[in-house]
T-cell receptor, first 113, second 113 residues
Framework: GESVGLHLPTLSVQEGDNSIINCAYS??????FIWYKQESGKGPQFIID?????DKRQGQRVTVLLNKTVKHLSLQIAATQPGDSAVYFC????????????FGQGTRLTINP | DAGVIQSPRHEVTEMGQEVTLRCKPI?????LFWYRQTMMRGLELLIY????????DSGMPEDRFSAKMPNASFSTLKIQPSEPRDSAVYFC???????????FGNGTRLTVT
């Protein structure tokens, strides 16, 4: 059975629609941010990263937006596909020159056919 | 590239037994990380190494946990003695260091009865 624990925020979208996943980070000194995708039974998979000297970065079907004023990060996925269904994590590097990634709690994205 | 390789994929053991988890990082990566994932606490950094040297072990829960990296291609995480609350998925990740993404293995699911 399922143990009591974190209740992940969930997002359901129709296949083909765009999705936006949001993340609030904690440390105003964080200078590097990453989005990961985790499918059941697998480790987190790198999607896209952004440094604090940027406010937007685009990849294939994905865009990450960074708003340092309000310490907010978002991941936009265009034209969603069934394979996009997964848990998405944002992570911030709080290491101040060293590499120390702290992960958010995650958002479960479900793509409905 | 085979990615980060972890073994075993699953481990079931009895309370009090010693458990050793193994990790082979991506060749050429000089940073290695051990994370633990649970429903209650999400993804937590336990320890990380840079050039085989432990840099930050502040996330290691207690003295029952130890990690080693005898060379650039191998690391172990040992729990002795194990307890039921150690049940979790343990991930190893590696990176090129600095502002570069971590690449995760598929984890070891540990169950302590």
């Amino acid at each position: 059975g399922e143990s009591v624990g974190l209740h992940l925020p969930t997002l359901s979208v129709q296949e083909g629609d765009n999705s936006i996943i949001n993340c609030a980070y904690s440390n105003s000194a964080s200078d590097y941010f990453i989005w990961y995708k985790q499918e059941s039974g697998k480790g987190p998979q790198f999607i896209i990263d952004i440094r604090s000297n940027m406010d937007k970065r685009q990849g294939q079907r994905v865009t990450v937006l960074l708003n340092k004023t309000v310490k907010h990060l978002s991941l936009q996925i265009a034209a969603t596909q069934p394979g996009d269904s997964a848990v998405y994590f944002c992570a911030e590097n709080i290491g101040q020159g060293a590499q120390k990634l702290v992960f958010g709690q995650g958002t479960r994205l479900t793509i409905n056919p | 590239d085979a990615g980060v390789i972890q073994s075993p994929r699953h481990e079931v053991t009895e309370m009090g037994q010693e458990v050793t988890l193994r990790c082979k990082p991506i060749s050429g990566h000089n940073s290695l990380f051990w994370y633990r994932q649970t429903m209650m606490r999400g993804l937590e950094l336990l320890i990380y190494f840079n050039n085989n040297v432990p840099i930050d072990d502040s996330g290691m829960p207690e003295d029952r946990f130890s990690a080693k990296m005898p060379n650039a291609s191998f690391s172990t995480l040992k729990i002795q003695p194990s307890e039921p609350r150690d049940s979790a998925v343990y991930f190893c990740a590696s990176s090129l260091g600095g502002d570069s993404p971590l690449h995760f293995g598929n984890g070891t699911r540990l169950t302590v009865t």
